[in-house]
């Protein structure tokens, strides 16, 4: 059945009237209500044995509609009378009203989503839903933690966590109250945000994942609302977390704010008076190895020097399965933007990271970079031309952004290493800071 609507929508016209006259007249009925069949794979409940199930996804993505479908086949049986898998369910959203208003009597909602010989009953004067088998979902408020010390549950629908100013708490006391039957499961649909109670459940290991942009529900949505969403906030942070679904980490105290990368976006790059390709490549050569950073950088340089501005173009880096691979990457980068040269980082490879280039183009302009401060000492001054406002970046660099907000003064809190960002530091460096300190070039410069 999981397989249906995909089944479904890329048969033929014949195919599909062919299954459809093939219905009885209840299956035929019963179409419209089969989840299972329309859903599309992110709003299906991942097998295996979890605890928590996140459906982290943009705005309008189908998550609600994936959290009501969820709650229906925990508390349906087989026939309307029979008991489901789950006999006493949590609601909780931000407050009672949107519980109530999204939740359940919303066009997603557990009611419009429900047939009618299953519908559940409201009673408003208990805020809670009875099922025909006997199944209750009652309402609760995030703001009020405590109204969860007591209940207990053997199924939770928990919506936008990620907004709820009391989140870690109520959390918590769902925990606690989740504890009936032989497998007691939540469901979480949320548009993520970088909050501590998010990132705690998504790490724990009981915990499965489904994620969806905006874009993956686009035939339910208004055409010129995805035209207005995409003009407006691609290629931003804000688009990438409310229309990507993505979670966007910042470390406390990072050297570089999300809000502020935002800011300094331009949509369109100028003119530029020189341009290079930074390289910061992997110490091994193989599958297995760290990426190699590929940044490529444009500045302004008219003017004296501490007026010069620069653009961030394209991040180009990948994980290399060879030398050769990261060095064809980085001087296609050269050539579709016409950079005067190449700067490599050398502390891991030497010479050997010259030789392998030459070896593909024995003319290419080249700058060997060597580090003799730590990544954060060399950060600091990059961070801090982004502060004065003097280096801007095209949409879509989100990969890089994530590093450069993960890197603090105490070092990078990030996954592996920060390679995109070291690129991002010695093409900046090469192309506004060394000026400023010395009109001299060295072809071999320390940092």
């Not at 929508?9 to 299972?36: C, I, K, Q, R, Y």
């Not at 909602?109 to 006997?134: F, H, K, M, Q, Y």
């Not at 959390?171 to 909050?195: C, K, S």
């Not at 990132?199 to 942009?213: D, F, Q, Y």
């Amino acid at each position: 059945m999981r397989s249906g609507a995909g089944w479904l929508a890329s048969a033929t016209p014949d195919l599909v009237d062919d299954f459809v006259e093939g219905l009885s007249d209840n299956a035929l009925l019963s179409l419209p209500w089969l989840f299972e069949f329309w859903a599309l794979p992110h709003q299906l409940p991942p097998d295996g044995a979890w605890k928590s199930w996140v459906i982290m996804g943009g705005r309008g993505a189908g998550k609600t509609r994936a959290g009501a479908e969820w709650v229906r086949a925990e508390a349906e049986g087989a026939t309307p009378r029979e008991p489901g898998r789950a006999r006493r369910i949590a609601l909780i959203g931000e407050t009672e009203d949107q519980t109530r208003e999204v939740m359940i009597f919303g066009p997603s909602g557990i009611l419009a989503c429900s047939p009618p010989d299953r519908r559940p009953a409201w009673e408003a004067t208990r805020n809670r839903l009875v099922w025909p088998n006997g199944a209750v979902a009652t309402v609760y408020s995030a703001s009020n933690p405590e109204a969860l010390r007591g209940p207990q549950f053997d199924a939770a629908w928990v919506d936008e966590l990620a907004k709820w100013k009391r989140g870690q708490d109520a959390w918590d006391m769902l925990q606690f109250a989740l504890r009936l039957g032989d497998n007691p499961r939540q469901v979480v649909t949320t548009t993520p945000r970088n909050v501590g109670v998010l990132k705690a459940i998504l790490r724990n290991p009981s915990t499965v994942v489904t994620h969806a942009p905006t874009e993956a529900n686009r035939a339910h949505l208004a055409e010129s609302f995805l035209e207005e969403v995409r003009a407006r906030y691609g290629g931003s942070s804000l688009g990438r977390q409310e229309l990507g679904g993505e979670l966007l980490e910042e470390a406390e105290g990072a050297l570089w704010q999300a809000a502020a990368l935002d800011a300094g976006r331009i949509p369109v790059a100028p003119e530029f008076d020189r341009l290079v390709v930074a390289v910061d490549p992997p110490v091994t050569g193989h599958a297995g190895s760290d990426e190699c950073g590929i940044v490529v950088v444009g500045a302004i340089t008219r003017g004296p020097p501490q007026t010069w501005r620069a653009v961030v173009l394209e991040d180009a880096s990948l994980r290399a399965a060879s030398p050769d691979q990261w060095a064809r990457a980085a001087l296609g980068a050269m050539e579709r933007h016409g950079a005067d040269r190449l700067v490599a980082e050398v502390n891991q490879g030497g010479d050997l990271v010259e030789a392998v280039i030459r070896q593909i183009d024995p003319l290419v302009p080249y700058c060997a970079v060597r580090a003799s401060r730590g990544k954060s000492a060399r950060a600091e001054p990059v961070a801090a031309l982004y502060e004065q406002g003097r280096v801007a970046h095209l949409p879509g660099l989100g990969a890089l952004e994530d590093q450069m907000c993960q890197m603090t003064q105490g070092g990078y809190l990030g996954k592996g290493s920060p390679d995109r960002v070291d690129a991002l530091v010695w093409a900046l460096t090469d192309l506004l800071i060394a000026p400023a300190r010395s009109f001299a070039r060295p072809s071999v410069r320390s940092l």
